[in-house]
């Protein structure tokens, strides 16, 4: 079985993911569907997924999911030098996405993008087709969580179909709201934020903390809706802006 080769799995880890998002995104892209529609589309399919994986039948783990994670490549995840090894591996793939994706936005290819975000009528009114853009990231997208989902299971021993629900899409949708949306490090600033808050509440008043999430998401959208990022930057651009004015 391919699951056996570890070449292949790290094949599969990119492929499947990848494969799949092509697929579902150049029907949707080519259907025009796009805002508030596309996010119910995705959330209706991801727990359609979920249903499905809960089934014991398909194979999968049923509601056990995949356990008994112990070795990789033969050695044991549980020893403190591979449990930093996967630690430092995290680590590096973030820079590494993180630099792929701002050489991305800063080439040709991201200032169409953007500008498909910004209007993407106006895209086509000037000769560019917006579907292979949109089809391009979303599948890139798509191969770096299959890479996160990777690196994430060996380091918790456990996944199962649970994890797909909605309420971890409206966390990651919190993070770039509490880091700063329309930014890179706003996401991963975010993330850190409140994964931080996470398990300090989780632990102190676990009870408290998806209502803590909620009301998170609505004080930044009223009264912080650059994110974290954004009042930096304008602490940032006041504090240059007062020390020229008291400049002889």
Do not use: H
């Not at 549980?78 to 995290?90: D, E, K, S």
């Not at 709201?177 to 490090?185: D, P």
């Not at 909620?214 to 954004?230: E, R, S, Y």
């Amino acid at each position: 079985m391919l699951s056996d080769s570890f070449i292949a799995t790290l094949i599969l880890i990119v492929a499947v993911p990848g494969v799949i998002a092509l697929v579902f995104g150049y029907f949707a892209f080519r259907s025009r569907i796009k805002g508030v529609y596309f996010s119910i589309i995705t959330q209706a399919m991801t727990y359609a997924a979920m249903l499905l994986f809960f089934r014991n039948e398909t194979g999968f783990g049923g509601n056990n999911g995949f356990t008994d994670f112990k070795r990789i490549l033969g050695m044991p995840i549980a020893t403190q030098n591979m449990r930093m090894t996967l630690f430092v591996l995290t680590g590096l793939a973030l820079l590494g996405f993180f630099l792929l994706a701002r050489w991305l936005v800063r080439s040709k290819f991201g200032r169409v993008l953007q500008a498909v975000r910004d209007a993407e009528t106006r895209v086509m009114f000037s000769g560019y087709s917006p579907l292979p853009y949109k089809l391009t990231i979303w599948t890139i997208s798509a191969m770096m969580c299959g890479v996160a989902g990777a690196l994430y299971v060996p380091q918790v021993g456990i996944i199962n179909p649970g994890e797909m629900s909605a309420a971890n899409s409206i966390e990651i949708a919190v993070w770039a709201a509490v880091g700063g949306r329309a930014t890179l490090i706003g996401p991963i600033v975010g993330a850190f934020i409140v994964n931080g808050a996470k398990s300090w509440l989780t632990v102190t008043a676990p009870e408290f903390w998806l209502y803590f999430l909620g009301a998170l998401f609505i004080a930044v959208t009223l009264f912080l809706p650059d994110g974290v990022v954004g009042l930096v930057k304008k602490l940032k651009a006041k504090t240059t802006t007062t020390t020229k004015a008291d400049a002889p």
